[in-house]
Structures are given as structure tokens and as C-alpha cells.
């Protein structure tokens, strides 16, 4: 079998936040970096309700659901999620960090740490040239 149709068994997993102010993209990674799943609340969302608690939510539902179905899994008929540890790492100030933390929460994973690596400024950006009048 080549590598790609090998099935993997997977103990732990990276889940990847990006909340910004307008959207809020939830990525599923192995501890190698390789993407397994990722959604979007503005594939199911359009216009403001893309930026809510809800929609990220939503988001963070079906990356759990996309990863399952890549690895043959029926989420409804199996309690796969207690053995998988994950590392959360949340990027950004949007308002729908908390609420995929819980939605991935609620799924009964068990969540091992979670990381803020939102970028911090540390002199901040170049201010314009003086006037010359």
C-alpha cells in the first residue's frame, strides 16, 4: 500500500485556531505538522454571521467531522475521541476563540494544553514621514 491510502492510527493531534475579527479557520494537524482536516466558519457562513461565537463553533464541528470521515470512522457510533489527547493552539483576538475550544471540548477529546501564540508587537509599525510644509 502506498503512504497515502495507509490508514494511521493517531494518539494526538495539533488543533490550529485562527481567529480573526471577520473569520475564524480551525486546522487539524498530527504532531509532524501534516493537515488532517481543516473548515472554515466562511465555507458555512456568509457576510457578519462568518464572525460569531456560533459560526467558529460550527467550524471546529466539522474539522472533527472531515477528520474522522479521513480515517473511516463513525463519530455517532464510536467513543474514539477519549483516547485522543490534543494540543490546542489559539492564534488571534476573534470572537470565536473560546467557543471552538469548547465545541472541541464537548466532543469528548481530551484536551492536554492550550496555547496562546497570538503575535505580540513589540515596537509596532513604522510612523509615517514629518510633514513638510
Do not use: C, Y
Amino acid at each position: 500500500m502506498s503512504e497515502k491510502n495507509e490508514k494511521r492510527k493517531i494518539t494526538s493531534a495539533v488543533v490550529n485556531i485562527r481567529a480573526t475579527f471577520n473569520n475564524t479557520i480551525i486546522t487539524i494537524a498530527d504532531l509532524s505538522g501534516g493537515v488532517l482536516a481543516w473548515s472554515s466558519s466562511g465555507s458555512h457562513f456568509k457576510g457578519n454571521k462568518k464572525s460569531t461565537p456560533f459560526a467558529a463553533s460550527e467550524a471546529a464541528r466539522v474539522a472533527v467531522d472531515n477528520w474522522f470521515k479521513s480515517m473511516n470512522i463513525d463519530i455517532s457510533k464510536t467513543s474514539h475521541q477519549g483516547n485522543i489527547h490534543l494540543i490546542v493552539k489559539i492564534h488571534g483576538p476573534g470572537p470565536g476563540r473560546e467557543s471552538a475550544v469548547r465545541a472541541i471540548s464537548s466532543m469528548g477529546f481530551q484536551i492536554t494544553a492550550i496555547h496562546d501564540v497570538t503575535g505580540l508587537p513589540h515596537n509596532g509599525a513604522r510612523p509615517p514621514k514629518r510633514r513638510r510644509m
